[in-house]
Nanobody, 118 residues
């Protein structure tokens, strides 16, 4: 099983990035897909989560700090999840990690760095 994130980078405040999580080795359509982030010296934080369609009807939740700016989505046929980030703030700077959970199975990617700075 592999989860590989891409799309991170450095942007100015107010900029946008779209992160991609490509999964292999799992049937993604039965997994809850989530994006977390971890900034230096801080705890890992859940940013956005999307349930699979068969459970909780694909419900989506966001951290309060990103509501209205970030959008999580998934394309199960491509085994890929996305996080679109708009109007980025400096305190969005972190390593962003993709997570897939199904019952007792819990998989993580290595993360992609997002840096927001002027």
């Amino acid at each position: 099983v592999q989860l590989v994130e891409s799309g991170g980078g450095s942007v100015q405040p107010g900029g946008s990035l779209k992160l991609t999580c490509k999964t292999t080795g799992i049937n993604m359509n039965i997994y809850i897909m989530s994006w977390y982030r971890q900034a230096p010296g801080k705890q890992r934080e859940l940013v956005a989560q999307q349930w699979n369609r068969g459970t909780n009807r694909g419900a989506i939740t966001y951290a309060d700090s990103v509501k209205g700016r970030f959008t999580i989505s998934r394309r199960d046929s491509w085994n890929t999840a996305y996080l679109e980030m708009n109007n980025l703030y400096p305190n969005d700077t972190a390593v962003y990690l993709c997570n897939a959970v199904e019952s007792a199975k819990n998989y993580w990617g290595q993360g992609t760095q997002v840096t927001v700075s002027s």
